[in-house]
Structures are given as C-alpha cells and as structure tokens.
C-alpha cells in the first residue's frame, strides 16, 4: 500500500511539473523516473482517475494534468517551505558544484508544485546562506566520492594527518558528514581494519576503484554510527 501512494505522489509531482508547460508525459518516461515499470504507472494512473485526479490522455499517447489542480495546499506548510529553502540554500553554499547545482533544481521543483499562495511565499523569503566564508579547500571529487558510496566501490587516496604523517588508503566509503568548515568521510579501512575518519581537504591522489564491497556485520555505515554514539555516550558519562 505504501508502495501505491509513493507511485502515485511521483506521478502527480511530475504531472504538475510538466501542466506548468503545458506538455503531456508519457507512461514510459514516467515510469523511468520513479524506477517501476509501465504497466505500474498505467494501473496506478486507472486508480487515481477513478479516484477523481483530473487526468486526461491514455496508453501510447501521454497523459496531462487538466489545467486547475494543484497538489493539496498542506503538502508544504510555510515553516517547512523556509525550512527547505534554508536547507538548500546551505548546500548551494558550502557543497560542491554537483550538489549546489541539485539543490536549485530542489529549489525550482518545489516552487513549480507550490500553489500558487506557497510560491509567492517563496519569493518573498529572506533567507540566505553567504558563500563569502571561510571554507578548506577540496581538490578531490566529491560528486565522485558520493558515487562510490551508492555504488559500493572502495576508493585509494593519500591521507596527510594532522601531523602532517602521509599514508595511502584504501577505504569502503560509508558516510559524508559536514563540520563547519571541513567535510568528512567515515570508512572502513582495509589496512587498520577499522572504522577511519577522514578530512576531505586533507586527501589526495583520489581515485575509485572497480573492486566492490558488500555490506558485511560489523563494517556497515550503521555499524559506525552506533560505534560513534557509544564513544560519544561514554565520554559524556565520565
């Protein structure tokens, strides 16, 4: 059932995107975008007709949103409309190229869903996040980094530490985290067999490697988070 409503929220997301000009969207396409298959899109499309979503269009030819409908005003209530904004706005700040870039896409989508009301509050609103900061200097690729955590591939670099102590990595990357001005990376390191913090500005010679990793007990991003809140818990009990 949940799966259902998640199908059928995507559909209206890009129904509406795509009312906005006027277009129709075909079964095929939407059913590459939410990663089902066509006839999921057709049988969940049939359900929401019947259940009064103005759809016009059929099988083979497209399907449009009827002009007059917007997705409920209570989808994004204002605080979570600044909330979002704020959010990406942060990420266009402080992220690298690929996700600035996806978080004014983020921006633009939800302003095209918004009722008409909603989107005139989010041109109104005045929060920003300054890109004049000071930030440490990244010279691997990111965008590259987040890949090989989707993809579970193990990644190599070399880590100059705060003592300034170089060593090659090789490392299963398992969480990103943002600190102020540095990145991290938390990973499960092949030659300490341990779980490894790393600072992003302080890594070089980066590369991905074909060799994959399958998520084994005990070397999971899960695993680390539940290490970390056991260290930080003990360190505040004493």
């Known amino acids: 059932m949940i799966g259902v409503m998640k199908n059928a929220f995507g559909i209206m997301l890009l129904l509406v995107a795509l009312a906005v000009q006027g277009q129709p969207a075909r079964a095929a396409d939407i059913a590459e975008a939410l990663e089902v298959s066509p006839r999921t899109v057709y049988r969940d499309i049939r359900d929401m007709i019947a259940r009064g979503v103005p759809i016009d269009g059929e099988a083979g030819v497209g399907y449009i ?37 996806a978080a004014g896409d983020v921006i633009a989508k939800v302003r095209e869903v918004l009722p008409e009301a909603r989107r005139r509050h989010i041109d109104a609103l005045t929060l920003w996040a300054p890109d004049d ?14 890949r090989a955590m989707r993809e579970q591939r193990k990644v190599r670099f070399r880590y ?70 056991e260290r930080k818990a003990r360190s505040a009990a004493e």
Not at 74 to 86: C, G, R, T, Y
Not at 135 to 146: F, G, N, S
Request: proline share 7%; hydrophobic share 45%.
């Open 65 to 101: 949103l009827r002009p007059g409908f917007d997705l409920p005003p209570l989808m994004f209530n204002e605080p979570q409309i600044e909330a979002l904004l704020l959010g990406a706005r942060i990420v266009q700040s402080w992220a690298d190229p690929e996700l600035a870039d």
């Open 160 to 229: 100059r530490d705060l003592r300034e102590q170089v060593s090659e990595r090789v490392v299963r990357p398992l969480v990103m985290a943002f600190y102020g001005p540095v990145w991290l990376l938390a990973a499960w390191c092949e030659s300490r067999r341990d779980f490894r913090v790393f600072r992003l500005d302080r890594m070089s010679r980066f590369a991905v490697l074909d060799e994959r990793f399958s998520s084994e007990r005990g070397k999971t991003a899960a695993d680390f988070l539940k290490q970390d809140m």
């Open 133 to 146: 900061h000071h930030r440490e200097p990244i010279t691997i690729d990111q965008a590259a980094l987040r």
